[in-house]
């Protein structure tokens, strides 16, 4: 895994597994791997996972404080049971993550848009498509005035597996396309929720990928 400086990194918050699972520990030390200088900053990005008895794995991730994204995907299995199709987080996965009460506004719109484009290959939107959606969502919000129902990132994303033509696993290259997006359209200096989710599942996704 390399040094080079990152957008974003997690913070050592990872609970151990269960004896004999190695081949997990070894995937959760890949992710680790990364400059442990960036667990001090209150602001860094930190994911933590935590295994469910039924199997599951919930991952969360945080930045001062607040829950950026979280979502839900298999546990690994004892040692050889790992599997790239089951536990790395896909596009569709991190897009669900995102959805949360937050209006939706441009920068979600395009970031929503980035991350189809990257899972599905296409070069424009895919009519009907979550960002379609996404777009149509933020520009109602815009003309609506304060203190009238907004359209909501849950409304838009919430079902993004089902609705996306096409979906892959998140990389550090879908990250920082999906990122780029969102900030060509911020305003006030906001951030993304959707850009978040990606980051965090891009992170979570580095280890499991490059071995």
Do not use: W
């Not at 913070?11 to 597994?17: E, L």
């Amino acid at each position: 895994m390399s040094n080079q400086a990152q957008p974003v990194r997690p913070g050592d918050v990872y609970p151990p597994y269960a004896a004999g699972q190695q081949e997990a520990r070894r995937q959760r030390d890949e992710v680790l791997s990364c400059d442990r200088q960036q667990q001090q900053q209150d602001d860094s990005l930190r994911v933590t996972e935590t295994d469910q008895h039924d199997g599951r794995r919930v991952v969360t991730a945080t930045a001062a404080g607040q829950v950026m994204a979280q979502f839900t995907m298999p546990a690994p299995g004892p040692t050889g049971a790992v599997g790239k199709a089951t536990d790395a987080v896909t596009i569709g996965e991190a897009l669900q993550a995102a959805a949360s009460d937050a209006p939706v506004g441009l920068e979600d719109a395009a970031a929503v848009q980035a991350a189809e484009t990257r899972a599905t290959g296409l070069g424009g939107v895919v009519p009907g498509g979550v960002a379609a959606a996404a777009q149509k969502a933020a520009e109602t919000n815009m003309r609506l005035d304060a203190g009238e129902e907004k359209v909501l990132l849950r409304d838009v994303v919430g079902s993004a597996t089902a609705v996306l033509p096409a979906n892959k696993a998140v990389t550090r290259e879908d990250a920082r396309k999906v990122a780029a997006a969102a900030e060509r359209n911020a305003r006030g200096g906001g951030g993304s929720d959707v850009a978040d989710a990606v980051a965090a599942a891009a992170e979570m996704n580095q280890g499991k990928l490059t071995r």
